[in-house]
């Protein structure tokens, strides 16, 4: 894992692009480490208007795993789904967000063949982990919709696609594409496969269920709640077989393992 | 330097108990936690006898200007505390206040007695007041409760005794003159306010624990109504909290009567925000704090 400098900064907002039903945010964060890990995140806010919403809202800051960290610039996704996303999806080159991170620990380097598979939003932390890995690493994502599925086009080489609605790609959810691809390659064929997976929270609860069944190591990105990213505030707990884990500071990542039948967060 | 109950402190900045883990800090900031530590005193998360694994899920729900939380005192118990936990805190460069709490007397004996005898520990606050166990709510929201307790306590141990106050009784000022009697050397207040969210979609309460404590600047004017209020009622030292955001807001409790004030949830917003106030509180000037100083009696 990568420390984060102690404290928040500023960092200026470079761009705010739309892709489909997302918003792609860069900024610059010259302060910040240049090697934060796949999977680890980062607390957003933004300097001005940060509460004084609508009910006072956004009072807290928001948890985003970075989608890419390129020459001092990071890059989030995000879906405007409430006052905090809803603010951030507003802001314009020039404002300052307030940043703290990288926090977390991240995916581990990979033990076997590495297969990622995302859920909507939950693209995000498998676009730099892709980075990391190579262009030639299969991806499987699944979206609503096809508007969704332009984040699809940020990855390289072409990754298989699920939708809901099949309005582009398989009409199905993104574990069916999983099984597939774990019944094309049995465990016995050669290198084994391990997932890299990050989606909400029922598709979280599949792909550990469906790993279990096929005895396939699984990371997963989960998500929770969280008031302040570093451990201070207990309120982001996971139930595991150790007990409940604070997903800041034990996680996001977490071996799909170690997680009890439906504890892959709220 | 600050005078706490015979204890020096380098500036009045707390952090409330629960509000901050040092340890886990440490492992995302490295030692430039350490280096550049927002507080003048850390106070510990509350610790209790028998380890606690604390509510489930859903703890958080954020509300206007505030949070409420429903975490339930998840702590690794006395046992765990002194191995594992204790070590670690004797290496912050501040003196260190244990938060403990116990369910019936002959368990807040213990700890008291246990925690009390450690070299690490400068003081002690006794959570009298937490809202999200029942045994808390009962002992800190009565006078004659909470001096039984400390009246219990205060043989066991020499080191300074700090009564933390709950808001959610009916006159806090009679539960601060109470522990005065009993023997305490301060009391700290508030703790979080009682407070419940409704999930939108199911209407069913949102919090795992069904109820949860409300903190943040929502609560900011009641917490300095209560510490005006007891900083009249008892001549102890008095730590003021409650949705303290910047040095002005610092400024207002120790005018209020406080002698320390202590940052909660703002750290949430900002991991070093201890220190920011801490430096907000210097930066105004001499002489408004010379007249403000205790001045609202």
């Known amino acids: 894992m990568t420390l984060a400098p102690f404290g928040r900064r ?16 860069i900024v610059d964060d010259p302060d910040g480490p240049r090697d934060p890990q796949p999977g680890q995140f980062y607390m957003l806010a933004t300097e001005e208007r940060w509460g004084a919403g609508e009910g006072e809202r956004p009072y807290l ?27 951030l999806a507003q802001v314009g080159e020039g404002e300052n967000l307030w940043i703290t991170g990288p926090l977390g620990i991240g995916f581990d380097e990979p033990a076997g063949r590495p297969l990622l598979v995302g859920g ?7 676009l730099c982990l892709q980075d990391q890995l190579g262009p030639e ?14 984040a699809a086009n940020l990855f390289a080489g072409e990754p298989q696609i699920a939708t809901d609605d099949g309005s582009v790609g398989k009409h199905a959810l993104v574990t069916e594409l999983l099984r597939e691809e774990l019944d094309l390659r049995p465990p016995t064929s050669g290198l084994r496969p391990t997932v890299y997976s990050c989606g909400p929270p029922p598709m979280l609860e599949a792909v550990r269920a469906l ?35 604070r997903l800041c500071v034990d996680g996001p990542v977490l071996d799909a393992a170690d997680l009890v039948p439906g504890g892959v967060g709220h | 330097m600050v005078d706490l109950c015979g204890v020096q402190l380098r500036g009045p900045v707390l ?5 901050y883990d040092a340890i886990a800090a440490r492992r995302a900031f490295g030692d430039e936690l350490l280096e550049r530590f927002p507080f003048d005193c850390f106070v510990s998360k509350t610790i209790t006898l028998a380890p606690r694994q604390g509510n489930p899920p859903p703890r958080l729900w954020e509300t206007p200007a505030g949070l409420i939380n429903s975490i339930g005192l998840p702590n690794k118990g006395l046992a765990g505390f002194l191995a594992e936990d204790l070590p670690k805190l004797a290496e912050l460069p501040v003196p260190l206040c244990v938060s403990v709490m116990g369910f019936d007397h002959d368990e807040l004996n ?26 808390g709510l009962i002992m800190g929201a009565d006078p004659a409760e909470t001096a039984a307790a400390v009246e219990a306590l205060r043989p066991l141990t020499q080191k300074p005794l700090i009564v933390k106050l709950t808001p959610n009784a009916t006159e806090p000022a009679a539960v601060a003159r109470a522990a005065e009697a009993a023997g305490a050397d301060g009391v700290s207040l508030i703790n979080t306010l009682k407070g419940m969210a409704l999930d939108p979609k199911t209407h069913e309460p949102w919090l795992g624990g069904t109820t949860g404590g409300v903190s943040g600047p929502a609560v900011r004017a009641i917490a300095l109504e209560q510490v005006h209020s007891v900083s009249k009622a008892v001549q102890l030292p008095v730590i003021g909290m409650g949705g303290i955001a910047s040095g002005r807001d610092a400024a207002d409790f120790l005018t209020a009567g406080a002698t320390c004030v202590a940052v909660g949830t703002e750290s949430f917003r900002d991991p070093a925000a201890g220190a920011r106030i801490g430096a907000e509180l ?7 704090r010379e007249f403000s100083s205790g001045a609202v009696r």
């Not at chain 1, 909507?120 to 498998?126: D, K, N, Q, S």
């Not at chain 1, 690493?137 to 979206?143: A, S």
């Not at chain 2, 520990?121 to 045994?135: D, G, K």
Request: hydrophobic fraction near 40%; charged fraction near 20%; proline fraction near 4%.
């Open chain 1, 10 to 25: 500023l960092a200026p907002l470079v761009e705010n692009r739309r892709i489909g039903a997302y918003q792609l945010l």
């Open chain 1, 120 to 126: 909507g939003i939950g693209a995000a932390p498998l």
């Open chain 2, 110 to 135: 213990e700890l008291v007695a246990t925690v009390g005898a450690c070299d690490e520990v400068a003081l002690m606050e006794l959570n009298f007041s937490c809202p999200n166990v029942e045994t």
């Open chain 2, 282 to 288: 210097r930066a105004l000037s001499r002489k408004e």
């Open chain 1, 211 to 245: 790993a279990s069944e096929r005895g396939v190591a699984a990371q997963l990105a989960l998500e929770s709640g969280m008031a302040c990213g570093f451990g201070a505030c207990f309120g982001c707990v996971v139930p595991t077989k150790d007990g409940y884990v």
């Open chain 2, 15 to 19: 952090n409330g108990s629960g509000t």
């Open chain 1, 61 to 87: 800051p928001r948890a985003f795993s970075f989608a890419r960290a390129r020459e001092g610039r990071l890059w989030f996704l995000l879906e405007d789904i409430g006052p905090g996303t809803h603010r």
């Open chain 1, 137 to 150: 690493t299969k991806v499987l994502l699944g979206f609503r919709s096809a508007d969704h599925a332009e």
